[in-house]
Structure formats: C-alpha cells, structure tokens
C-alpha cells in the first residue's frame, strides 16, 4: 500500500511553454501533498505544500504564479510550471501524507523536466 | 527551525564490509527522523524510521539505524554492504509538531566489488 505515482515521468519542452505535472496517491487519500525540487545531486527542496480543497502554501523564494499548484481531490495534486525557461530544468519529486495514524510522507517517482 | 547535516558528501566502501552513513540533526522540539534511498532518477525510497521506543531502528534491505538523543544523531548502518547499496541516501527530521520534512544534503555511497 501507500504507492503514490506520478505523471510523467519525462517531459522535455520549448522553452516559454506550460507543463503539468501530476501526483496521484494511488491506494489512500492524501490531505496535504507536497512538491519538491532536487538538483543535480543535490538535496530535496521543498516547494509547496497543498492541502485538498484550499490555496497551497508556498515556501520562501518560490513564486507561486511560476508554480501554479492545484490539490482538485485527496488523491490528486498538480504542479503547472507556466511559460517554462531553461533554468526550471529540474527533477520534481511530490510526496503525500497519508490521512490516519502517523501522517507519515510517501514519495512519488519523480519527474524529470527539461526546458528547451 | 529543524536542520539535518549529512557530514560526508561520500562513502565508499568494499562489498563485504560495514557501511556507515552519518547523521545529525536538529530540532526544537522531539524528532522524528528518517532514511530514504535514492537510485538514479528515481524518487525517494523508504528505509527506516525513529518515531519513539527502542533507540535502534530495523530497516529495508538489511540496513538499522540507532537514534542517540546526546549526540542528536541518527546513523545509518549496515553491517554487510553489497554492490547494489551504492546509491544517494538522504536523512531527513521533522519535528512531532509538524509535519514538514527537513533534509540533509545526501551521501552518496559507492560500494565496490
């Protein structure tokens, strides 16, 4: 139990166009997703946190017009990456926190995007 | 504030022998602290966790941790690493009073036959 996917796992785009990513929580319902950002070996960086139903909150240095994060149902999130540019290239991992017991944090594949 | 620090960038170790990944955090509060796995382009996988209770934590793939309070440490151990272990590994704490995920840097662990 606990799979969470996501779609898809490669995107390559011109660069001044729009990409969504999906999170899907497959087997739970998930209240609050999370996105993250991960550089080239680098760490996990927290993007965004979404809650189903309400406006995601951003952490400090994201822009939430660039991000665009829609959480529509307990099992679905989306992050648009609007008018996308060469430095949003990046790997965007979502995470969801299951609902009961610990709230514990499962962890999607990952989406590697690359802007043209 | 809460703040993990994964102090080696690397480790690199014979197959056949112990592996140790370090870790030390920080938190305001009592922790809850973690170890993922990651292999190439994929997302986090998860090893092990310390919630509470016994001080050493049984994981996946063989692997344990042992949480130290004195030492804020939470190590990542495994006594008999094989090729397949070489990969990123990331600790990671948050604070029982949150529920957001703070990460350490990464290791990379290289194992060699």
């Known amino acids: 139990g606990a799979v969470v996917s996501q779609h898809p796992s490669r995107v390559i785009c011109k660069s001044g166009t729009s990409v969504k990513i999906e999170c899907r929580s497959l087997?739970?319902?998930?209240?609050?997703m999370f996105w993250y950002r991960q550089f080239p070996k680098q760490s996990l960086m927290l993007m965004a946190t979404?809650?189903?139903?309400?406006?995601?909150?951003?952490e400090q240095g994201v822009e939430k017009d660039k991000f665009l994060i829609n959480h529509a149902s307990l099992t679905l999130s989306t992050l648009t990456v609007t008018s996308a540019h060469p430095e949003d290239s990046s790997f965007y991992i979502c995470?969801?926190?299951?609902?009961?017991?610990?709230?514990?944090?499962?962890f999607g594949p990952g989406t590697r995007l690359t802007v043209l | 504030a809460q703040s993990v620090a994964q102090p080696e960038d690397q480790v690199n170790v014979a197959e056949g022998n112990p592996l140790t990944v370090k870790c030390t955090y920080s938190?305001?509060?009592?922790?809850?602290l973690f170890w993922y796995v990651q292999y190439p382009n994929r997302g986090l996988q998860f090893l092990l966790k310390?919630?509470?209770?016994?001080?050493l934590v049984k994981g996946s793939y063989g692997f344990e941790a042992e949480f130290n309070k004195s030492q804020t440490s939470f190590h990542l151990k495994k006594p008999s690493a094989l090729v397949s272990d070489s990969a990123l590994y990331f600790c990671?704490?948050?604070?029982?009073?949150?529920?957001?995920?703070?990460f350490g840097a990464g290791t990379t662990v290289t194992v060699r036959a």
């Open positions: 995470s969801a926190r299951s609902r009961g017991g610990f709230n514990e944090q499962f």
């Open positions: 087997d739970f319902q998930a209240t609050t």
């Open positions: 979404s809650n189903e139903g309400s406006k995601a909150t951003y």
């Open positions: 938190v305001s509060g009592n922790p809850y």
């Open positions: 310390y919630i509470t209770g016994d001080n």
């Open positions: 990671a704490v948050r604070d029982v009073n949150d529920y957001k995920l703070s």
